[in-house]
C-alpha cells in the first residue's frame, strides 16, 4: 500500500529553519507530482507548494512564496520542503501529499496523504 511518511517538524524559533521530508513507498514515485499542505489550529488545510514528476516545474502559495523550497530526490523517494523565515503564522501540521496529476495537487485532491509533522515556531 501506499506510504507517505514525514518527519523533520519541530519546535523552532521565529526567524528560524527547517527541513521537512516526506519519504513515499508502496508508488512509483517519479510518475508522481508531490506536494505540501497545512492545517492549522481551528483552519481548514491549505495548498503551501507544489512539484511536478520531474522537479522542473514547483508552485507556491503567496504566503510562502520567497521563503519555502519544495524540491525532490527520484531516487530516494523523497521530497523535501525547506522552510526558512518561520513566523508564528507557519505553525501548523504539514502535511505530504501524492497526486498522478499535478493539478490535482493545486487543486487539493490529491489521491494520498501523509499523516502530517507538526512544525512550532516561537515567537
Known amino acids: 500500500q501506499v506510504q507517505l511518511v514525514e518527519s523533520g517538524g519541530g519546535l523552532v524559533q521565529a526567524g528560524g529553519s527547517l527541513r521537512l521530508s516526506c519519504a513515499a513507498s508502496?508508488?512509483?514515485?517519479?510518475?508522481?507530482?508531490m506536494g505540501w499542505f497545512r492545517q492549522a489550529p481551528g483552519k481548514e488545510r491549505e495548498f503551501v507548494a507544489a512539484i511536478d514528476w520531474s522537479g522542473g516545474n514547483t508552485n507556491y502559495a503567496d504566503s510562502v512564496k520567497g521563503r519555502f523550497t519544495i524540491s525532490r530526490d527520484n531516487g530516494k523517494k523523497t521530497v523535501y520542503l525547506q522552510v526558512n523565515s518561520l513566523n508564528s503564522e507557519d505553525t501548523a501540521v504539514y502535511y505530504c501529499?501524492?497526486?498522478?496529476?499535478?493539478?490535482?495537487?493545486?487543486?487539493?485532491?490529491?489521491?494520498?496523504w501523509g499523516q502530517g509533522t507538526q512544525v512550532t515556531v516561537s515567537s
Open positions: 501529499a501524492a497526486a498522478a496529476l499535478e493539478r490535482a495537487i493545486l487543486g487539493s485532491t490529491p489521491e494520498y
Open positions: 508502496g508508488l512509483t514515485f517519479r510518475m508522481y507530482a
